[in-house]
């Protein structure tokens, strides 16, 4: 049976200790992911960060106003963390915004629909491995569900710049396509 | 659904890849330790709160007995005693009692022992002086 996150972090605060777990089994894929594409797949890092997040989770999660929306504040607490992760290392989280710029979707052939997933999977990662961290944070919270505006806000960017990153994804993933394998 | 929401759509969905992440039973350990430390950081900061009203109270305690005592002691060392206590706690009692305390002058007993109640309070402040247990 699938709980609502709501009614987990109620039963949470409440002192049902199996509830986190629940929370946990549902969003870890989610959040690992995430660091481990910020980290550019450094796994101990994103491990370390992956459990600082759930720690502060676990501490904090009586601030979490809008309990329907979670991921959203729980996102919002995975990039602090990873900001203050690279701040201590003194390197740089966030890309210039304005190198995206508005990116004009190519509407030429089905491209994808013909290629298998396991390729357009490979394609994506390999893409997405040279992407700015913005690029990267824009797929990972379009995939957990989140809206434009959502990451709009956590960006702190305006929702053209956030569509504009998704569309410069879809478009440059596209192109890469083609180019590896011709006119498909 | 236009061409990008499509590629948007088929990029989503997407089988994610079934990452071995840590251990929940890990993590939930470092959680019971957390808490810990937020209780307790909780508990040290509610203890500090106390100690320093506390040393406010018997500070501003010793500066009022200060104001008032002296006239007083040296009137417990005199006959005039009884005089004295008739007329000066009149005034300082006035003081003392806006600020919430009680303290009966109508004996040179009463006085020794605020005397030595002050003494005493002085030898606590520096007693447990924050920078006296530091060193």
Same mark, same amino acid.
């Given at each position: ?13 409440g002192?049902d ?11 870890r894929?989610?959040f ?13 890092d994103?491990d ?13 999660l ?25 701040r ?7 890309g210039?915004?304005?190198d995206?710029g ?10 994808w ?6 390729i357009?999977?490979?394609h ?21 569900g989140?809206?434009?505006k ?6 702190n ?5 956030a569509?504009?990153?998704?569309r ?17 | ?7 948007e759509?088929r990029?989503?969905?997407?089988p994610?890849?079934?990452?071995r992440?840590?251990?929940f ?8 330790? $957390? ?7 909780r508990?040290?900061?509610?203890l500090?709160? $106390? ?5 406010l ?18 009137? $417990? ?9 008739a ?8 003081n003392?009692?806006s ?16 005397a030595?109640a002050?003494?005493s ?15």
């Open positions: 049976m699938e709980y609502k996150d709501s009614q987990l972090i109620e039963n949470y605060l002192g200790q199996h509830a986190l777990e629940l929370l946990f089994d549902k969003y894929n989610v690992y992911s995430y660091f481990n594409r910020m980290m550019s797949n450094n796994f101990s994103a370390d960060l992956f459990q600082e997040l759930w720690i502060k989770i676990a501490t904090s009586h601030q979490c106003k809008d309990r329907d929306n979670f991921v959203y504040w729980a996102f919002r607490i995975a990039k602090n963390l990873g900001i203050d992760h690279f201590k290392q003194k390197m740089k989280f966030a210039n915004i304005e995206v508005n990116v004009v979707l190519d509407e030429s052939g089905p491209v629909e013909s290629i298998d997933n396991e357009l999977q490979k994506l990662d390999d893409f997405l491995s040279k992407a700015n961290p913005e690029l990267k944070e824009v797929f990972e919270m379009r995939r957990a989140l809206s434009f959502e990451i709009a806000e956590l960006q960017c305006s929702i053209n710049t569509l504009s990153r998704m410069y994804l879809v478009n440059g993933l596209k192109k890469g396509l083609e180019d590896y394998y011709g006119s498909l | 659904m236009d061409h990008f929401e499509k590629m759509k990029l989503l969905n997407l994610r890849q079934e990452f992440t840590p251990d039973f890990d993590i939930n350990f470092k959680i019971q330790v $957390a808490k810990l430390q937020q209780k307790t950081r508990q040290t900061m509610a500090a709160a $106390a100690f320093v009203l506390s040393t109270a018997i500070v501003v305690s010793i500066q009022l007995a200060v104001k008032t005592a002296p006239a007083a002691v040296m009137s $417990a060392d005199t006959p005039q005693t009884a005089a004295v206590t007329v000066s706690p009149a005034k300082s009692g006035e003392l009692e600020s919430g305390f009680e303290i009966s002058w109508s004996k040179s007993e009463d006085i020794k022992n605020l030595q002050v003494t309070a002085q030898w606590q402040i520096d007693t447990f002086n924050p920078i006296t247990l530091q060193e």
